[in-house]
C-alpha cells in the first residue's frame, strides 16, 4: 500500500452516538486500531458514560446492542476517552486518521476533544475517508456491510455497530481497496458530499469537499 511511504501511522476509528447531532449527542462508544507499517500496533475500545440523568434511547440499544446499564457499569468519562484516542497519535511524525464516513466519525470526534485542549491533536494528522473511495468503485447502496460483501471480508469484518468492529472493518476495506487500486493517496483531505445536500456538519478546514454523484466513470479527485 502506497500510503506507507507517506505516513508512519494510521489510526482507524468508528464511533457510536446517541443520534446524528453533532451539537447534541453524544459518544458512547470509540474504537480505534492504530497501524504501523500495515500491522496493528496498537487500540483502544472504550464505552463513554452518559451525564447524569440522561437515558439511551431504546433504538440506540437496539441498533448496537449497547446497554444504560452497560454504560453505566464500564463506561468511562468524556476526558478519559478523549486522552486515550489522542494517547494513540503520541509520538507519529506522520499520522493519518481514516474512517468510514469520516466526516461523521470526526465531527463526533471533535466535539468529545474540544473540551479537555485536545482538539489540537487533529491539526496535524491528514484524513481519509473510506467511504469517498467505495462511492468511486462501487454502486448503491453505500453502507459498509455492502462494502464488506463487495470486497468478500465476510469471514474477517463484521458490521455489527460496535465502533471496535467496525473500525477494524474499516481498516481490512483499505486494505483490500488498495490491493484493488493502489490510489488511496489521492483521496487524502478530499471527501465526496452529498450532490444535493451538500456536507453534513462542521466542514474540516483542511479537507476539500467535492460533490460525489453516482456515476463512476470519473474519480472524484478528477472532478473539477
Known amino acids: 500500500m502506497r500510503l506507507w511511504e507517506e505516513f508512519d ?5 468508528d464511533t457510536e452516538t446517541t443520534g446524528i447531532d453533532f451539537n447534541r449527542d453524544r459518544i ?8 504501523e507499517n500495515g500491522a496493528e500496533a496498537g487500540g483502544m475500545d472504550l464505552f463513554i458514560r452518559l451525564p447524569e440523568g440522561r437515558r439511551l434511547d431504546p433504538f440506540i440499544t437496539d441498533l448496537t446492542g ?21 494517547d494513540l497519535l503520541e509520538g507519529a511524525e506522520r499520522p493519518l486518521i481514516a474512517a ?11 466535539y468529545l476533544l474540544r473540551p479537555w485542549g485536545l482538539a489540537e491533536a487533529l491539526k496535524k494528522p491528514r484524513f481519509l475517508d473510506a467511504l469517498t473511495v467505495y462511492r468511486d ?3 448503491y447502496p453505500h453502507k459498509l456491510e455492502n462494502a464488506i460483501a463487495a470486497y468478500h471480508l465476510e469471514d474477517r469484518a463484521v458490521n455489527s ?15 483490500a481497496m488498495a490491493e484493488e487500486r493502489d490510489d488511496l493517496e489521492r483521496y487524502i483531505d478530499l471527501f465526496g458530499s452529498h ?21 463512476r466513470r470519473r474519480p472524484l479527485y478528477e472532478l473539477t
Open 9 to 13: 501511522r494510521m489510526v482507524v476509528f
Open 161 to 175: 455497530h460496535r465502533a471496535i468492529d467496525d473500525a477494524r472493518a474499516a481498516a481490512l476495506l483499505l486494505e
Open 137 to 139: 468503485r462501487r454502486d
Open 195 to 215: 450532490p444535493k445536500y451538500g456536507v453534513s456538519g462542521r466542514k474540516i478546514s483542511s479537507v476539500t469537499y467535492r460533490p460525489q454523484p453516482y456515476d
Open 100 to 110: 468510514y464516513n469520516a466526516q461523521f466519525d470526526l465531527n463526533f470526534l471533535f
Open 66 to 86: 449497547i446497554t444504560q446499564e452497560r454504560l453505566e457499569a464500564e463506561g468511562v468519562g468524556d476526558e478519559e476517552a478523549a486522552r486515550a484516542f489522542t
Open 28 to 35: 458512547i462508544e470509540i474504537g480505534a486500531v492504530s497501524l
